[in-house]
């Protein structure tokens, strides 16, 4: 399929791009509309229109879309039917692609969005050639994805790919997945977030204190990351103790997976100089014999918040995932 | 590869068995000796000689081996070097093939004894014709081993299906490894002793107390299984909590993974009547999406004892776990 369109469906924006999978960085065409609340119906007419107006672009540039892939911040299941996305509940219990297909008149294939980033990263990103790679994605929560033997793996119901859910800590903070102490209470943009807040409590960063004009409740990631900018140590050890969360984590995930790429993608993912070198460095330390693991690299994800959407399209283009020359 | 010998190398013993490779389950030639203390080479020698045993008996019936696989309890590289193995120190460092290919002149491949354990149920045990399954092993420590998409996976340099050291509670009980709460300090023998002793010394289990004649410090797993086996409530209380933690970890490699199945092995898979019903009922509540996944077993293993010797025959006919059939 040399022409495809790539959807990559946020809570808050639904962006669409067209692009030749052949040379998917040059993206020929782009849109971005807005989210809307409300029920699955409302959802998906603003996705189509979305996917419309690239695919209109690419008919007038004579380049004819095949095919539409669509990346959701959700389980998706092997029907393409979502079955959880704390972001999307409107489209909850929805089977996605006989809908899409309907106003759209293009196929249409779905998966979840780190998936479909990690596919961008693997092909053409951070993670080039790579064959067992892990996708963390760094937002509100975690996202993840897996790539093995050149495959991008999605288990036995297409849930593969959640670390962000994995207990760290039992007795950590509840989690609105039911459980306590998942992965993501600690080491996401709101694990930044908590980890601030309680440094600012204990009176270890003045500096974030006073740009949240003393609320210590209005404290979020941002804030950290800007008093990490100016060098203040209290909001520099919050981060060295975000890299060492991160770094606990991506170790289980080593140790359970052996990837020979951990990449670090989401919004966070921009501002890894940060924190990345720390955590590699504490991996080094915590993976089971790390003096052996000389070939396991940790990268930051380079595709930028079009990952998503650039994937989606070359999902579509290699259905389940299945790279060019894979077997 | 028709005939083949498997051989499982433990702390304490050293299992040699010669199988048909297409009916592996009706082992040809069996032998048994004790793994000795001291350098590689009293090792090797102790291996090789079981080996000959086995290759005698095969020779003398008339199928002859052909290849040697070797299951070894830790990290082994691609090059078949042992790179960590707390129980075998001897080993480590040494590069298994040559040095037995030199003592028994028959090829050999070695692979963590795990992974073969794990072939084995997924060839002919409680995993046939799995294609997405997970192998816990509980011991001592947890072992494990992963086949994804039909293939026994081993990851960047051969260390892949190690999640008994994936962290769950950092403030959790040193671990040797270490690090601090492991998932093995609680899920595997040791840890079931461990959560007996706590236990005990709050005075929640006298029976237990009554088993070791008072002594706290020597209470093990089989005095919590013989007096949970007896109904007493404390030692069931601590299965329970036993169980749980076992469906902390599997929650979170089934988050990871998504496998279609699950299998527990090793030593305590014998009393997984006590704690399995339970660890499925818990897991069904902390997976994500947990109503979603209808398609996930957790079972006992089936292949006991003779798993790792026989898997490891198959894994050296199906060299790097590439399983008849799969691409």
Do not use: Q, Y
Request: glycine fraction near 14%.
């Amino acid at each position: 399929v040399p022409t495809a369109i790539g959807v990559d469906i946020g809570g808050t924006k639904v962006l669409a791009v067209g692009v030749d999978t052949d040379a998917p960085l040059a993206v020929l065409a782009e849109h971005r509309v807005p989210t809307p609340s409300g029920d699955a119906t409302k959802i998906l007419d603003a996705i189509a229109s979305a996917t419309r107006v690239v695919a209109g672009a690419l008919a007038a540039a004579g380049r004819p879309a095949e095919v539409v892939g669509m990346g959701i911040p959700g389980l998706v299941d092997t029907s393409g039917r979502l079955r959880a996305a704390p972001n999307l509940l409107g489209l909850v219990g929805v089977e996605i692609p006989p809908r899409l297909e309907a106003l759209i008149d293009l196929p249409t294939v779905v998966d979840n969005d780190a998936n479909c980033a990690l596919w961008a990263e693997v092909i053409v990103g951070a993670g080039a050639g790579a064959r067992d790679a892990v996708l963390v994605t760094l937002g509100t929560g975690i996202g993840g994805a897996l790539v093995n033997g050149g495959v991008l793996r999605h288990g036995r119901h297409g849930f593969a790919g959640e670390p962000g859910h994995m207990v760290v800590d039992p007795s950590g903070p509840e989690c609105p997945c039911g459980r306590s102490g998942c992965w993501e209470r600690f080491a996401s943009g709101s694990g930044l977030a908590m980890l601030a807040r309680r440094a600012v409590e204990a009176g270890r960063s003045p500096a974030i204190l006073e740009l949240v004009g003393g609320d210590v409740a209005a404290v979020d990631g941002e804030h950290v990351v800007a008093a990490a900018r100016a060098a203040d140590p209290g909001a520099l050890a919050v981060v060295d103790e975000f890299a060492w969360w991160l770094a606990l984590g991506i170790a289980n995930l080593v140790n359970a997976l052996d990837p020979e790429l951990v990449l670090v993608g989401g919004g966070l993912a921009d501002e890894s100089d940060l924190f990345l070198a720390r955590t590699r460095e504490e991996v080094g330390r915590m993976a089971l014999g790390a003096s052996a693991r000389t070939g396991t690299r940790i990268e930051a994800a380079t595709l930028g918040s079009r990952a998503g959407a650039i994937g989606a399209a070359l999902v579509a283009a290699t259905p389940r995932g299945v790279g060019p020359g894979v077997p």
